[in-house]
């Protein structure tokens, strides 16, 4: 069964900066694509950020330039650095993995706010 735990998450000021990490377990093949989603209170849950093995790291729109994603295979890990946070980057933050020939499984969650 695959796992994923993020750690990172808290409480910063606008301008600070935060880094969130994910570690995953339980894989039984290699990773096709990994990233970070985000839900807001009362929002859906969106995009931030994709690191796929053949197409590379894409963000999304609203982080693109100020957080960046990083991926270690050896590791089965993903970090995000967030930069330059904004109140409006307040949200639960979820890894997610999807591997070669598997479904996607998601971490259960860690609150970044950030404080205007």
């Known amino acids: 069964q695959v796992q994923l735990m993020e750690s990172g998450g808290g409480l910063v000021q606008t301008g600070e900066s935060l880094k969130l990490s994910c570690a995953v377990s339980?894989?039984?093949?290699?990773?096709?694509?990994i990233g970070w989603s985000r839900q807001a209170a009362g929002k859906e849950r969106e995009f931030v950020a994709n690191?796929?093995?053949?197409?590379?790291?894409t963000y999304a729109d609203s982080v693109r330039g100020r957080f960046f994603a990083f991926r270690d295979d050896a590791k089965n890990t993903v970090d995000l650095q967030m930069n330059s946070l904004k109140p409006e980057d307040t949200a639960v933050y979820y890894c997610?993995?999807?591997?070669?020939?598997?479904?996607?499984?998601w971490g259960r969650g860690t609150q970044v706010t950030v404080s205007p």
């Open positions: 997610w993995v999807l591997p070669v020939g598997g479904r996607t499984s």
């Open positions: 339980g894989l039984s093949s290699s990773i096709d694509a």
């Open positions: 690191i796929h093995t053949v197409v590379g790291t």
